[in-house]
């Protein structure tokens, strides 16, 4: 009799909800997705470490506020691609290529107007350098958090740039004191 009144109240008794599925883990990037976010990160770090010598290194106010102002955004940039990166299961670099260290390394060697230029020009490279990279992902990509880091990464170098040409021709210029006539 127990038995059987058991059954009943077991019959009655709803069904259990149903878990929700778990959250779909994100796709494996593409090779070229996964080499524009290194080569993304690595452009990054040199960035930031080219920038962060202005505060020590520059003459102009106008390179130490780029200096930091790039600095800080490009340090954004590469957490944004470490974030996509580990959703996907990449890891990124901390250190930058020794060919980058070197081109730091010569930069930490020079002060006042010698490296006011010499950082513009290297900031102008490096983004010209990666320039080709971006355009090929933003084209053949079908990630679109990759397609926003490519543009976001072209637009952050191109405002670094066109600030430092707004007033690249005050650096060139010489004060001289009085003639002498």
Not at 52 to 74: E, I, M, N
Not at 78 to 91: I, P, V
């Amino acid at each position: 009799m127990i038995g059987a009144a058991t059954l009943l109240l077991c019959a009655c008794t709803p069904d259990y909800p149903k878990l929700p599925p778990l959250p779909a883990k994100a796709a494996p990037f593409s090779t070229a997705d996964a080499a524009f976010l290194q080569q993304a990160n690595e452009h990054d770090l040199t960035e930031a470490a080219m920038a962060k010598l202005a505060d020590d290194h520059a003459r102009s106010s106008d390179v130490k506020a780029l200096g930091a102002r790039s600095a800080t955004d490009y340090e954004a940039h590469r957490k944004t691609l470490a974030s996509l990166a580990d959703k996907h299961g990449l890891a990124l670099t901390d250190t930058l290529m020794a060919k980058d260290q070197e081109r730091v390394d010569r930069l930490s060697g020079l002060h006042g107007r010698a490296f006011d230029r010499a950082y513009v020009e290297a900031m102008e490279r490096e983004a010209k350098s990666v320039q080709p990279v971006i355009t090929t992902t933003y084209t053949t990509t079908k990630d679109s958090d990759v397609k926003a880091a490519a543009t976001a990464m072209q637009k952050l170098d191109q405002r670094s740039i066109s600030s430092a040409y707004s007033w690249l021709p005050q650096l060139s210029t010489r004060k001289y004191g009085k003639s002498a006539r």
